[in-house]
């Protein structure tokens, strides 16, 4: 298309600038389909900055799973022929977007070609991919085991390969809460070697060594592959890093899935003392459903997003106060998913079940709630959904209070900080 036209204008303007408009077509062209460069640099007292093709780069996310009334775990969006991230690719661009999370992509690569080119070409919108290393597998991982390993280090790698050179790639995620299997918990595994130990902690403690040490092996060959993009280590909390610290010399960043509330409290130091890397929120968020009152409360949920997101600019690099090594987040979630709460009865997943699924005391607004269970699965988007008045049209989407808090939040950080300083001084007085 854009040959045809320059050739069209050749024959007004002459041979000689439609040579240089044909050159100067050629290299936007070029530049286009060019991967971006993405690098971390570190500075003096460990601060850190995210450089997009030298300039810098504050991550401002969301998880990304669209799932309509009606579907559920098992809904391809990649190849849904509606097309979803159109809609919601104007609407977070409008907010101030600039990133989406994908927690593992479709078997359909084209599919997700798409997807990650329409969103970078049409609203500048950046992609990051990641893989599960087998955590939902039947039967469960083990990362003792070799053959394991060998067939999820080949699905990473492929992974790599395919995408590496979509200009819409910021980096790769590795891992979600994988670290939560350690002590047994959730997705048990172990080895004979390991169950020989007697004590409990030294048993965690070579489960996260076997781990740790396959994460960094995937780290390094993904490098050898790809040099043009960082990877990130996805983890549950704190938990490990110490461990990580001693086996992961080849991540260059430490992504963290992190529900406290209002504040992160400890987790920019404690990352920095336990595994000094960069950190970027890959989920944390907040629900809009008051369990105790029994009512949505939007306000609620917006109090907590704008709290969080007021802690990440703090400690970014370019902030005077904290520690200087965030690189941002990606808000859990876009938009709400109706079937979360009972995900294997097919008939619920039509309404927007208001029943909590657990506890969390840090979200205090509704702790009192029966069983104190306050978080309502289905509730966490910043983008409410409802159903299309025509059968067969995408779902409306209706942002939430806490999509246009974030939205002037992000249009100026620092103003929007001092302004709450301000609030909270007079509300003292």
Known sequence: MQIKLVLKEAKRVGF?????????????????ARPSKVEIRKYNDSRYRLLVNRRDYAIKGVCYNPVPIGEGYDYD?????????????????????????????????????????????????????????????????????????????????????TYKDEPGI?????????NYTFDG????WSTEEIDELESPMEQKHERAKLYYSFVNQLAKEIKEIDPNHPVCLGNGEL???????????????????????????????GVKNYFDRPIVFIEFGADSYDAYLDKEDQGMQSFFLEAQWVEIYKNMFRSKE??????????????????????YNVQAWSEHDTTSNWSNGAYYFDIKAKNNKNMNEEWFGIVGIKQSETEGDLDQRIPKKSYY?????????AKRIREIKNEKKNMRR
């Open 16 to 32: 000689l600038t439609f040579c240089l408009l044909f050159s100067f077509s050629v290299l936007v062209f070029a530049k286009e």
């Open 77 to 161: 969006f990649f190849n849904d022929p509606r097309k979803p991230w159109l809609v919601d690719g104007a609407l977070m661009k409008q907010a101030g977007i600039n990133t989406i999370r994908l927690y593992q992509p479709s078997d359909d690569t084209e599919a997700v070609k798409e997807l990650i080119s329409d969103l970078y070409n049409k609203f500048g919108i950046r992609t990051i991919l990641g893989n599960w290393l087998g955590f939902w597998n039947y039967p469960g991982p083990c990362y003792g085991d070799e053959e394991f390993c060998q067939c999820v280090k080949e699905e990473v790698l492929e992974m790599v390969r």
């Open 170 to 178: 910021l980096f790769w995620v590795l891992g979600n809460e994988n």
């Open 185 to 188: 918990r959730i997705r048990p």
């Open 239 to 269: 938990i490990g890093l110490e461990v990580a610290n001693e086996v992961c010399p080849d991540i260059d960043m430490v992504g963290v899935i992190v529900y406290r509330g209002k504040t992160f409290g400890n987790m920019f130091k």
């Open 322 to 343: 904290g520690e200087g090594n965030c690189l941002g987040g990606f808000i859990f979630e876009w938009t709400d998913e109706w079937w979360k709460h009972n995900e």
């Open 405 to 413: 808090v974030l939205r002037e939040f992000w249009k100026n950080p």
